[in-house]
């Protein structure tokens, strides 16, 4: 897990995110649709078909579109440089409930540590450390932040 800070976003694997969208998704979509960058995530192998399949590279892909989408709602732009300034080309971040509830079900999941087939929750563990780690808590409030931002979106 490379991360330079607490959100999913601020990970080598959020950047692979933003990477897949920079490059598959916005060229041909100046209104992001949140239910279909979740299937793209999906076509990618970067979140599971389903909740039954439980990867760290899920967790946080679900974590990093969650982040993603508030940071449209709260700012209304993404300060992403690129070459092409192709983030400047979004005009809209739209979404279903059916795309909340996936991300809700997930972060959820990941709070409850929600175990896979070897019994652990990758993400939370590596936070976690044993113990050990002193931005654990931090990580921790932030998700649970993001839950309750996800819960209000579609009362």
Same mark, same amino acid.
């Given at each position: #897990?490379?991360?330079?800070? +607490?959100?999913? /976003?601020?990970? &080598? $694997?959020?950047?692979?995110?933003? *990477?897949?969208? @920079? ?8 209104? #992001?649709?949140?239910?279909? +960058?979740?299937? /793209?995530?999906? &076509? $990618?192998?970067?979140?599971?078909? *389903?909740?039954? @399949? ?20 709260? $700012? ?80």
């Amino acid at each position: #897990m490379g991360a330079w800070g +607490i959100k999913a /976003l601020e990970s &080598d $694997e959020g950047l692979d995110v933003i *990477d897949i969208l @920079e490059n598959e998704y916005i060229p041909e979509h100046s209104i #992001m649709n949140l239910e279909e +960058i979740i299937q /793209l995530m999906r &076509d $990618e192998v970067m979140l599971g078909k *389903d909740l039954t @399949e439980v990867d760290f590279l899920f967790d946080n892909t679900a974590i990093a579109l969650t982040e993603l989408y508030f940071q449209w709602k709260e $700012e209304r732009k993404f300060n992403y440089e690129t070459e092409n300034n192709i983030w400047k080309k979004v005009t809209d971040f739209i979404s279903s409930k059916k795309s909340i509830d996936i991300l809700l079900k997930q972060l959820i999941d990941i709070k409850n540590k929600v175990p896979d087939e070897d019994g652990e929750r990758e993400i939370v563990d590596l936070w976690y450390d044993d113990g050990q780690n002193p931005n654990y808590e931090e990580w921790y409030n932030h998700l649970c932040s993001l839950i309750e931002k996800l819960k209000s979106e579609y009362k």
